[in-house]
Nanobody, 128 residues
Framework: QVQLVESGGGLVQPGGSLTLSCVAS????????IGWFRQAPGKEREGVSC????????WYKESVEGRFTASRDNAKNTVYLQMNDLKPEDTAVYYC?????????????????????WGQGTQVTVSS
């Protein structure tokens, strides 16, 4: 049984930082690229980032590039999303998702239909 469990969300002031974690069980992360998505109230889910299984390639939504960094420790079956200089518009539920491929779906990394397994999400709220 595959499970992805996100943690690390919370309330942070603008300009602050958070690190999200995604712990996988029931699958070997050596064979899965991992994407990060978010969904704000009243908005569609959007792709934020994707990191290949070997960390050799990463993709980022333009609005988070330079502020967010994905990383992973396959030995710990864990993927991370470091989020710096957070803005109120980053407020959303953040999800991690696994695609059955060592590579991210390229320019389609933000297409949720390409991912096979999903976590339950963790809330990130950026507010003063």
């Amino acid at each position: 049984q595959v499970q992805l469990v996100e943690s690390g969300g919370g309330l942070v002031q603008p300009g602050g930082s958070l690190t999200l974690s995604c712990v996988a069980s029931g699958l070997n992360l050596d064979y899965y690229a991992i994407g990060w998505f978010r969904q704000a109230p009243g908005k569609e889910r959007e792709g934020v980032s994707c990191i290949s299984s070997s960390s050799s390639s990463e993709w980022y939504k333009e609005s988070v590039e330079g502020r967010f960094t994905a990383s992973r420790d396959n030995a710990k079956n864990t993927v991370y999303l470091q989020m710096n200089d957070l803005k109120p518009e980053d407020t959303a539920v953040y999800y991690c998702a696994a695609v059955t491929s060592v590579s991210c779906p390229g320019i389609y990394y933000g297409d949720s239909r390409r991912y096979d397994y999903w976590g339950q999400g963790t809330q990130v709220t950026v507010s003063s």
